[in-house]
């Protein structure tokens, strides 16, 4: 194997397979990235079993050849080179040779033989979209994955295709975000899968590398192909069914908010709340919002916000200040609406425009 490659052309692919490697396996070779020379350009893979990546680049390959090597150390060395070099690669037989100007590298290799691949995927269910649509819709969701293991259907983000519409949704125990998008044409068949957050965090990282990407699954695998990348990854295999069903009870308590001012305030006041519960206090008027932070051991602190509109009676609501800024932070528009139920239950957040929403379960522990 021979290839030569300018750093430009092949350190992103590197980035990117070692993102799929598994560094701390026992398995050494789930710690590597399988380099695949073929007459028309380079194939670098990584898996570390439960997700996988394969990406492409046509650089100018001089003789063709498969090997395998430590990622980290293969990330590490080509970092280093200065941009714009012209690195090459070849391999003896045990090791892959690196040169670049002065700099020569040498890198042990495993057998290429007993690198894994994941299983085939015979697609029962296809999608094409365009890929900054897909990233917005991940964007305004993923946050809310959970990353505890214990509830395993709620540690990926839920796809669900129903006619011309798709939609993404994701809950951890305190809030759930959904999004969503119409096509223009229809698809018969309607399904729900979950993706692992892993799988939806390294792809949010190349949904910009083609306009379009294009999704098959089989209800067990899902494959994304975006260009000359794929991303392969197991699906976990239970769901959520009724993930967004909260959002259609009545919440006749409304108020509408400055999002920057909102924002810079909960931010301010939040300095002071509690480590564990990040508290902080919404107290509701009907000419102005304050917000005050929980008393701690350092002190209490509180702010009004005046750009504010409000239809309901006096209420203090106490939410996870993290929580809702992170929410809030997700929103696009100048202006959001709260709405609410009363102290005790899940309020809803809503921008002024645009097919995504969230609900947040307020502290339930009282102010004094």
Known sequence: MRFKAVKDE??????????????KNLNTVLQNILIDAESDGVTLRATDMQVGFSGKTGVSVEQTGTATVSGKKLLDIIKEIPDGSVIDFSFDGSKINIESGKSSFKLSTISHEIFPTMAEITPEYHLKI???????????????ISTDASKIEYTGSHIAVYGDKLEISAADFQRIATCSVKF????SNEFMINIPRKTVMELLKVLDQDEYVEIETDRKQI???IGEIQIFSKLIEKYIKSIT????????????????EFLDVI??????????THGVVLSFQAASLTIYSLETEYGTGNETIDDYEYNGQPMDIIFNAKHVAEMVSNVDTDYFHLQMMGER????????????????????????
């Open 245 to 260: 069903k909260l959002f259609t009870n009545d919440f006749p308590l409304k108020a509408k908010l400055n999002r920057a």
């Open 10 to 23: 092949i350190y992103p692919l590197i980035q990117f397979a070692n993102c799929f490697t598994s560094p």
């Open 184 to 187: 223009d044409e229809e698809y």
């Open 267 to 276: 931010k301010r006041v939040s300095a002071i709340t509690s480590e564990v």
């Open 223 to 225: 494959v994304f192909t």
């Open 345 to 368: 239950n899940p309020a809803l957040i809503l921008p002024e425009s645009g097919e995504y929403k969230y609900l947040v379960v307020p502290i339930s522990i009282n102010r004094y």
């Open 130 to 144: 365009k890929s900054g649509l897909l990233q917005n819709l991940l964007k305004k969701t993923s946050f809310c």
